[in-house]
């Protein structure tokens, strides 16, 4: 999302799967939003005019996550730790294998996971 939203090397890739459809937790939501912050943005404002231009609510359908998802992020934690995967990135491989949707991501180090969803980079 935030290559797509900063126009990177990848953000091709996103805007294709956007188009598409696309749904993301809401632990990354709030990472992207979070990091949009820390570049000086306001978050909520941000949100507003996503929601506005139809990105979010639209192409890109927030999701909350669940009590059994809490569980697969905490069961994916000891075989991603060694390739250093965060909680946000974890939330959306548990998210990618409960509604089994291929999961994507500009972190190639999850290249290689052995799980039931396919893991598509973005560069």
């Known amino acids: 999302m935030l290559a797509y939203l900063h126009g990177e090397v990848g953000a091709d890739q996103v805007e ?11 632990v990354n939501w709030a990472e992207v939003l979070s990091k949009l912050g820390e ?3 306001d978050p909520a404002s ?7 231009e139809g990105l979010v ?5 927030i999701i909350n996550l669940t009590p059994a998802d809490a ?19 974890r939330a959306c491989l548990a998210l990618g294998l409960r509604l089994k949707l291929p999961v ?13 969803v396919p ?3 973005i560069r």
Not at 57 to 61: A, D, L, M
């Open 71 to 89: 569980v697969e992020i905490a069961g994916l934690h000891a075989i991603t730790r060694r390739r250093g995967l965060s909680l946000g990135d």
């Open 119 to 121: 893991v598509k980079t």
């Open 39 to 41: 570049l000086g943005a």
């Open 16 to 26: 294709e799967a956007l188009l598409s459809g696309t749904v993301m937790s809401a």
């Open 57 to 61: 609510g639209g192409s890109i359908e």
């Open 46 to 52: 941000v949100a507003k005019r996503l929601e506005r």
């Open 104 to 116: 994507i991501t500009a972190d190639r180090t999850w290249l290689g996971l052995r799980l039931a």
